[in-house]
């Protein structure tokens, strides 16, 4: 199975703030990596596909990057309604397997 | 819109049997995979199965053999039949789709419904 290690675990940060979570996968799975977030007691929202695409209706101060194994995600200028958890997941080979997840919190 | 609805879901003991069902709306259902996805409270996203357009069906190594994922092409359901349920099958479970195209990345998820295995 394919491990997904996401650092770091949980962050503070203020709004306004540039912030990276990064995902390592343990074995190479080209541009096979997306993001998701999750708002307190919400389901999980696609932020990000194939590595670097912006889903749909997506605020453009979201980004992704990487390929093979190491990936990032970016957000600049946090908004408030940004403090959430985000997770990342490979659909490379089943199982499809997710990041243990980022708890972005207010500074 | 696609929209995606769970139900199914309860308090259910230690041993026992649950069918999840999902119905789907707003897609051409037969041409997607669906897939389940769950969440112990306060825990992370653990991909459970999936099932192909085709009926292909795929597990988690931790409900192999208990769990069976089925779809029904003709109503725009997908069911989970989970059963011999243990303590740690507790969580919420999520009905997603997976998109069309290489990455299969799930770009709709239902609300999600909460399964209990406890004496």
């Known amino acids: 199975d394919i491990q997904m290690t996401q650092s770091p675990s949980s962050l503070s940060a203020s709004p306004g703030d540039r912030v990276t979570i990064t995902c390592r996968a343990s074995?190479?799975?080209?541009?096979?990596l997306n993001w998701y977030q999750q708002r307190p007691g919400g389901a999980p929202k696609l932020l990000i596909y194939?590595?670097?695409k912006l889903q749909s209706g997506v605020p453009s101060r979201f980004s992704g990057s990487g390929s093979g194994s190491d990936f990032s995600l970016t957000i600049t200028s946090l908004q408030p309604e940004d403090f959430a958890a985000y997770y990342c997941q490979q659909t490379y080979s089943p199982p499809l397997t997710f990041g243990g997840g980022t708890k972005v919190e207010i500074k | 819109e696609v929209q995606l609805v769970e139900s199914g879901g309860g308090l259910v003991q230690p041993g026992g049997s649950l069918r999840l069902s999902c119905a789907a709306s707003?897609?051409?259902?037969?041409?997607?995979?669906m897939h389940w996805v769950r969440q112990p409270t306060g825990k992370g996203l653990e991909w459970v199965s999936a099932?192909?357009?085709?009926?292909?069906?795929y597990y988690a190594d931790s409900v192999k053999g208990r769990f069976t994922i089925s779809r029904e092409n003709a109503k725009n359901f997908v069911y989970l039949q989970m059963n011999t349920l243990r303590a740690g099958d507790t969580a919420v479970y999520y009905c997603t789709r997976g998109a069309v195209g290489a990455t299969g990345h799930f770009d709709y998820w239902g609300q999600g419904i909460l399964v209990t295995v406890s004496s």
């Open positions: 074995q190479r799975i080209t541009n096979n």
């Open positions: 194939s590595a670097s």
């Open positions: 707003g897609l051409t259902f037969s041409d997607y995979d």
């Open positions: 099932i192909g357009s085709a009926g292909d069906p």
